[in-house]
């Protein structure tokens, strides 16, 4: 009897480049980059593979997915699969039969809950949505205003930085925005891909609508001014941080235009404003009213108006570098096959410290260049030294016990609210 591999419903390029593979008389993973299999005591190993295509039922070839092994204790069989030229494993399900599930119920209830408020305002939202070249598939789509496709994708699971670029790929050749929402605030995605970071909840808190799920990280905006203790910018963004003395040469005296992390804006001191909750910031996205962006390599998101008020005065955006290539053989298919996994030994790349950093614009010096050797050349403004713990407000300090406001060092005489008080 035949068993056709033709009549198979092989899974996605995308699935089929993460996919692991065991080979189960040996009780080990395969290397399919490698002649031998990565099994060398097995000689031949690979021509004895494929000869039982079309001869060996799918289950009775030895291959399984050690994913689903471990972490689901069941046994899901594989099958090779080829793609330019590359040999891949895939999940063998019959024609008609659902794809496996590789997502925790965390994961099941992020999509569930941004697919219901996206409907409850408006915005059709479809779960498991195919993009249009069967590249890649969104874990909810979105559509949104004037031809916008979100796609918002919970990424709870390790991934290394070049897995996400390429899956990231295929969904911009779709153009499709994808909202990649990441818990972990160290993971490699942070900045490679358009992103948000959202604290790590229980599914049966994520599911309740009334429940607001705060947004983190992965949004931005536009900052500008004087780097000084009064101006708008909170610390230079060309000095490095110093946690042990955190105001120390903190300011340059330039101007800077920047693109910062919210919670790392000026307004972030601002108490009153309520949290941004990833519900907003996928209606607003649906809607137009922000965008994703790249900068010097960095990905995010912020309101549309910011970047447009930026390009108008600095010319066009930049178009972002595709560094990924659509053919399957360079994807890491040495990584574990399900969405929400530990960490793996199969990992191509050492996991890097991806975290949020402000990215400069532009920057204007406070000293301006001479027109000529015979003209006095102009002072910048005298910066006054700053001693932590002591009021730095008036004409000459006044020096009293102090705690720090965003305007600087204030006695509680010269508080802000002392300040605002006198002037009423």
């Not at 991934?159 to 972990?184: C, I, K, P, Y």
């Not at 407000?393 to 705690?403: E, F, I, K, L, V």
Request: charged share 30%.
């Amino acid at each position: 009897m035949n068993y056709s591999d033709d009549d198979l419903e092989p899974e996605t390029d995308e699935e089929l480049y993460r996919n692991p593979v065991c080979y189960e008389p040996a009780g080990r993973n395969l290397d399919l980059d490698r002649p031998d299999l990565g099994i060398p005591e097995i000689p031949g190993l690979r021509e004895k593979l494929l000869k039982m295509r079309g001869r060996v039922p799918v289950e009775k070839r030895g291959l399984i997915c050690p994913d689903c092994r471990d972490l689901r204790r069941r046994r899901a069989p594989m099958y090779l699969v080829q793609r330019d030229g590359v040999w891949l494993p895939s999940h063998y399900r019959r024609p008609g039969e659902k794809p496996i599930s590789h997502e925790s119920d965390e994961h099941m209830a992020r999509k569930e809950r941004v697919a219901k408020d996206s409907e409850d305002h408006g915005f059709h939202a479809e779960a498991e949505s195919s993009t249009p070249d069967g590249r890649a598939r969104l874990d909810v789509r979105i559509t949104g205003d004037n031809g916008i496709v979100l796609g918002y994708e919970p990424q709870l699971s390790e991934q290394t930085a070049r897995s996400m670029r390429l899956r990231e790929g295929f969904r911009r050749r779709s153009n499709v925005r994808s909202v990649w929402d990441f818990v972990d605030p160290g993971h490699a995605g942070v900045g490679t891909v358009p992103y948000v970071r959202t604290p790590g909840l229980p599914a049966s808190v994520i599911r309740v609508q009334k429940n607001p799920i705060e947004v983190r990280d992965g949004n931005y905006v536009v900052e500008e001014g004087h780097c000084t203790p009064g101006g708008s910018i909170n610390r230079c963004p060309n000095k490095p941080f110093d946690p042990n003395n955190p105001i120390a040469e903190a300011y340059c005296g330039d101007w800077h235009r920047i693109l910062v992390p919210e919670h790392q804006s000026s307004a972030a001191s601002d108490t009153g404003k309520a949290a941004l909750t990833l519900t907003r910031f996928i209606v607003e996205a649906a809607g137009g009213a922000r965008i994703p962006f790249q900068r010097e390599g960095r990905w995010g998101w912020l309101p549309a108006d910011h970047w447009h008020r930026y390009t108008e005065a600095n010319g066009p955006e930049e178009k972002p570098a595709d560094r990924e290539r659509t053919v399957v053989r360079d994807g890491d298919r040495r990584s574990l096959c399900t969405e929400d996994r530990p960490a793996s030994d199969f990992r191509s790349e050492p996991k890097e410290l991806h975290t949020s950093r402000t990215v400069v614009l532009e920057t204007r010096s406070a000293v301006q260049p001479e027109a000529s050797r015979n003209i006095a050349k102009p002072q910048p403004p005298l910066l006054r030294r700053v001693t932590p713990g002591l009021c730095e407000s008036g004409t000459t300090a006044c020096g009293a016990p102090a705690r720090l406001y965003p305007c600087g060092w204030r006695c509680d005489p010269h508080s802000p609210a002392a300040m605002a008080r006198r002037t009423d």
